[in-house]
């Protein structure tokens, strides 16, 4: 059995994260050869100043407020 792991910040709807966990569980058993009946997704949320990327504590996830470019050079 796949255990999968998904971790982000607060913010996305109840959809998104379907969207979200019905195209992992796709691609990892095109991958694994396993069913979905095989594969046990936990998707975990936390605040943004729980996740730290280039030694900068993330802001609150905005749905389309964030430019992934800028963010990340802002992060450098």
Known sequence: MALISCDMRFGRTDE?????????????????????????????????????????HLPEYVEGAADDKALISRLK
Request: aromatic share 4%; no cysteine.
């Open 16 to 56: 998104q994260k379907r969207k979200l966990a019905a195209g992992l569980l796709k691609v990892i058993g095109e991958a694994t050869g396993e069913t979905h009946h095989d594969i046990f997704l936990v998707i975990r949320e936390g605040r943004g100043v729980n996740f730290v990327e280039h030694g900068e």
